[in-house]
């Protein structure tokens, strides 16, 4: 399965590598937003959100382009990437401003729950937007046909 799997270019298997890829690089962003905003204190939401997310993005931009997608490195993919991570990177931040104060301060969570939740409800969003511009925008050209 896993040689299958590495080889394959059909939704499921693009699917699931991405989706581990993405927990890989989640679980850095998250602890890296974390440690920045409340672990150490030293920056406020946005900030430790924006740290998290261009380490974590740089991770899954590496592992998805060489084993998700399968695809060389070209100027044009990265410039694409580029732009489809810019616009997922507002798309998190928008949700995260909202998502964050509305659980730590309205409903008074525990900081730490709340930074999950937001992290959770803004990474997830972003995510699934960002698989599918890249699976179907992106590296398109990488596959002979659509498999599903």
Same mark, same amino acid.
């Given at each position: 399965? *896993?040689?299958?799997?590495?080889?394959?270019?059909?939704?499921?298997?693009?699917?699931?590598?991405?989706?581990?890829?993405?927990a890989?690089?989640?679980?850095?962003d998250?602890?890296?937003?974390?440690?920045?905003?409340?672990?150490?204190?030293?920056?406020?939401?946005?900030?430790?959100?924006?740290?998290?997310?261009?380490?974590?993005?740089?991770?899954?931009?590496?592992?998805?382009?060489?084993?998700?997608?399968?695809? $060389?490195?070209?100027?044009?993919?990265?410039?694409?990437?580029?732009?489809?991570?810019?616009?997922?990177?507002?798309?998190?931040?928008?949700?995260?401003?909202?998502?964050? *104060?509305?659980?730590?301060?309205?409903l008074?969570?525990p900081?730490?729950?709340?930074?999950?939740?937001?992290?959770?409800?803004?990474?997830?969003?972003?995510?699934?937007?960002?698989?599918?511009?890249q699976?179907?925008?992106?590296? $398109?050209?990488? $596959?002979?046909?659509?498999?599903?």
């Amino acid at each position: 399965m *896993p040689e299958r799997l590495s080889r394959s270019n059909s939704l499921q298997a693009q699917g699931t590598k991405f989706a581990i890829t993405g927990a890989i690089a989640a679980l850095i962003d998250v602890s890296l937003t974390w440690l920045f905003q409340i672990g150490l204190a030293l920056f406020g939401e946005v900030a430790s959100r924006t740290v998290g997310f261009a380490v974590g993005t740089l991770v899954a931009y590496l592992l998805n382009r060489r084993w998700t997608f399968n695809a $060389r490195a070209s100027k044009r993919r990265f410039v694409a990437v580029f732009a489809t991570y810019a616009m997922t990177y507002a798309i998190n931040i928008l949700l995260y401003r909202w998502a964050f *104060p509305f659980f730590d301060h309205t409903l008074d969570w525990p900081s730490s729950w709340a930074l999950a939740v937001a992290f959770v409800i803004a990474q997830g969003t972003a995510t699934l937007i960002n698989f599918f511009v890249q699976r179907w925008l992106i590296f $398109r050209s990488t $596959r002979k046909s659509f498999e599903f």
